[in-house]
């Protein structure tokens, strides 16, 4: 769900140390470079031992930087040259022994040289460590780690499972496009930072029987690029989805639900827990009354089943009604397929929520772009058709600027 060029204009040096994970830093330099960024790879030593700077030279499309003694450098000082024009130095791999080194301040090799030379205030240091389980938990490290994410550090992962060593465990380099979407969400604003934000997102499935349902066409992208905007302006994200088969986006929580009614009774205690509440999922009005417990068989004889329905409790509506002080701040959205702002401006009232998000339904069911049209009391404001994750940003930053903050 990476929108290109998110990253344009930005100018990273990407800094690989020793590790099996420098495999991952040629897919990590693509990305980057596919999202806009332009790439500085800086080497040690140990790193072009594990993938050669002609990859990296490759991918990245300048020379890879390997030593501080580099006489092409016009000032012979590559280190400061290197790191007043970067906009984040990224450490990926960052091995145990290089963040020792940059706890201790060491500067007897370009990297971590040029790490140290940083303007501190205004050149950020990301570090994406990779190492075999044992290091990672080894109380050395975990006291450099510490220490580094004190000294104003951001520690991207690690991550857990299979390492190259064949053991299992944290201590994984996240994967490119992990880092890849660490690193837009640390360039975003944090307009909602300290907030908490839940969303619904997707269809639902009301069962006919064990193998039969009712649902509909949502994809449940729109909700899913809610939560990762908020993820990315820095709110405390939960997630309720119906099912849909895409990625939860990073530092979500998510919560699977199938049905109406369990999307209702996993919202509502979560709802006065958080500040923030958008309702994107398309719920099902109604449900058969009784699913079947078996799957209902045809006779032959021509009659077909007759389902008795009955209408599934409004979530939206349930959670505009709690009371004050456990009330969320809320937004709906209205799927139409016609007279757009007439009907999103009755679910305003209907609903009792300051903020309705309308869009027309079929013409935007599974896409990736939208076009948005935010009603409330005051009037209409339209987002210009974009891609979801773009629009979802947009809709973070009018949510923020509507909504006071206040505690729970
Ligand atoms: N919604 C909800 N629970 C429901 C139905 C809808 O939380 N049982 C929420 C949706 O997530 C959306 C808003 O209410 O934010 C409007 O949904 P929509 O289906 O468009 O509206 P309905 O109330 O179902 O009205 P209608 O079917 O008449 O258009």
């Known amino acids: 769900m990476s929108t290109p060029l998110d990253l344009q204009g930005r100018h990273i040096v990407l800094g690989l140390s020793g590790g099996i994970a420098c495999y991952k830093a040629a897919e990590l330099t693509r990305e980057l470079v596919k999202a806009g960024a332009t790439v500085q790879v800086v080497m040690t030593e140990a790193a072009t031992q594990f993938i050669t700077p002609v990859t990296m030279q490759a991918l990245s499309n300048r020379p890879v930087a390997l030593s501080q003694w580099d006489a092409r450098e016009p000032n012979n000082m590559a280190h400061i040259n290197l790191s007043r024009e ?16 940059l706890v201790q301040g060491r500067a007897d090799e370009l990297l971590s040289l040029l790490c140290l030379a940083r303007p501190i205030d205004r050149c950020p240091l990301l570090v994406a460590p990779a190492m075999n389980r044992e290091m990672w938990a080894h109380p050395a490290t975990q006291r450099n780690v510490a220490q580094l994410r004190a000294d104003g550090a951001t520690v991207l992962g690690p991550g857990a499972g299979d390492q190259a060593c064949g053991e299992i465990g944290d201590g994984r380099m996240l994967e490119a496009e992990e880092l890849r979407d660490e690193l837009i969400a640390f360039f975003r ?39 990762r ?93 709690l009371p004050e002080d456990r009330r969320p701040w809320c937004v709906g959205f209205a799927a139409e397929s016609e007279n ?19 869009n027309i339904g079929p013409a935007t069911f599974g896409q990736d772009h939208n076009t948005l049209v935010l009603v409330d009391e005051a009037g209409e404001t339209t987002l210009p058709e974009g891609p979801k994750l773009h629009l979802a940003r947009e809709l973070v930053r009018e949510i923020a600027r509507r909504s006071s903050p206040k505690t729970t």
């Not at 907030?195 to 066409?217: K, Q, S, Y």
């Not at 994200?237 to 998510?254: D, F, K, N, Q």
């Not at 757009?340 to 309308?358: F, I, N, S």
């Open 229 to 321: 905007a908020a993820a990315e302006a820095g709110a405390d994200v939960t997630l309720v989805a119906g099912p849909v088969h895409l990625p939860t986006p990073r530092h979500v929580r998510r919560i699977d639900v199938q049905s109406a009614q369990q999307m209702f009774d996993a919202v509502l205690p979560l709802a006065a827990r958080h500040q923030l509440f958008v309702a994107t999922a398309a719920v099902a009005d109604w449900r058969p009354m009784n699913a079947a417990d078996q799957k209902i068989k045809k006779d032959g004889s021509g009659r077909v089943p007759v389902l008795q329905m009955t209408e599934n409790p409004d979530i939206l509506a349930s959670v505009a009604r």
């Open 86 to 101: 970067a906009d984040a130095i990224l450490i990926a791999p960052a091995s145990a022994d290089f963040i020792a080194r």
């Open 189 to 227: 604003p944090k307009l909602l930072a300290g907030r908490t934000l839940l969303v619904t997102a997707g269809p639902t499935f009301e069962a006919i029987d064990p193998v039969r349902g009712i649902t509909n066409h949502s994809s449940g992208k729109m909700g899913f690029a809610i939560a």
């Open 340 to 358: 757009l702002v007439r009907h999103a401006r009755d679910k305003l009232r209907r609903k009792g929520v300051p903020l309705v998000v309308g």
